[in-house]
């Protein structure tokens, strides 16, 4: 934790609920190797416009927006990074002064962690088709980031209607859950909830179609190790776990709240150990 004193920056993250967000682990064991003074605070808020006030009364340099509130939040933005207006979602805030004035402008890097993630598997992205299951908020950015680089997706999804919604707006396939046997793909990445604690068992697909991808992903880090995970690297894939993608997203923010490259080694140590702290706890 850095020493507070009556200069230090502020930055933190909304969410409802938020206590659970290992984002304040990470950014502040990078504010503390990288000697800043500044300190990260989870901050739960159930009304996004009345948390913005506060945030701007209050002098915050840099915020993470997460659940609900990444899309109702960009009504209260001065300013709004092109690629987070076109996804429709803002997950970073980076506030400045000018002169009285505070500009609160909103970014999504989101879909830069997924990308990174899978980048630092050394998956080559242009010349990949990848299976994302998922139509919801993190699909829309991982599936947006995937298709910017290149990559073949196809969408599948519980319900077909959001599924086929999120393919059509992204300009790719979607499959339906009926037809998943039938799916070839390199990479396969899940965006949804599924197997994340106490859903231990849950897998959003079924474990047959695992051998033929080369790298599996999933979002989910609680744990780390989900039954997809286990059960894609008992079939022979190359598996990336949830902390990569909150890793490198984070990694973005704080480049895009200090300008420098982010120390990923020890953030991702800070990560790691707060998951082992919590679950011995
Ligand atoms: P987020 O914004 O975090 O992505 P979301 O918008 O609620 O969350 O989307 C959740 C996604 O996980 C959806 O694609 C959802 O499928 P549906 O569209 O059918 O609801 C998927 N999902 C959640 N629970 C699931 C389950 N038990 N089995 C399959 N898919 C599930």
Redesign the pocket.
């Known amino acids: 934790m850095p020493l507070v004193d009556g200069s230090t920056e502020l930055f933190g993250i909304i969410g409802n609920p938020v206590r659970h967000s290992l984002s304040p682990v990470m950014h502040n064991a990078a504010f503390t190797l990288m000697g800043m003074n500044r300190l990260y605070v989870p901050m739960e808020a159930a009304d996004i416009g009345q948390a913005m006030s506060g945030l701007r009364a209050l002098g915050f340099k840099g915020v993470s927006i997460t659940?609900p509130h990444k899309e109702a939040v960009i009504p209260f933005l001065d300013e709004i990074d092109p690629v987070a207006e076109k996804i429709g979602a803002v997950n970073t805030l980076l506030l400045r002064k000018e002169g009285q004035r505070t500009v609160v402008r909103g970014f999504n890097t989101d879909w830069i962690g997924a990308n990174a993630a899978l980048a630092a598997a050394k998956i080559n992205l242009q010349k990949s088709r990848i299976l994302v299951a998922?139509?919801?908020?993190?699909?829309k950015a991982v599936g947006f980031g995937l298709v910017q680089a290149g990559a073949e997706v196809v969408i599948t999804?519980?319900?077909t209607e959001?599924g086929k919604e999120l393919a059509t707006w992204l300009g790719c396939e979607f499959v339906s859950s009926e037809d998943i046997a039938w799916v070839s793909a390199d990479v396969f990445i899940n965006?949804?909830?599924?197997g994340m604690k106490p859903d231990l068992n849950?897998i959003?697909v079924p474990s047959s179609i695992l051998p033929q991808f080369s790298a599996v992903m999933d979002i989910v880090y609680a744990p780390l190790e989900t039954r997809l995970l286990r059960e894609a690297k008992a079939a022979g894939c190359r598996t990336i776990d949830g902390l990569a993608m909150l890793l490198y997203q984070g990694a973005e923010q704080f480049r895009i709240w200090t300008g420098l490259t982010a120390p990923e080694l020890i953030m991702r140590t800070a990560l790691e150990e707060e998951l082992r702290r919590r679950a011995i706890k």
Do not use: P, Y
């Open positions: 659940v998922g139509a919801g908020g993190a699909a999804n519980r319900t959001s965006t949804t909830s599924v849950g959003v």
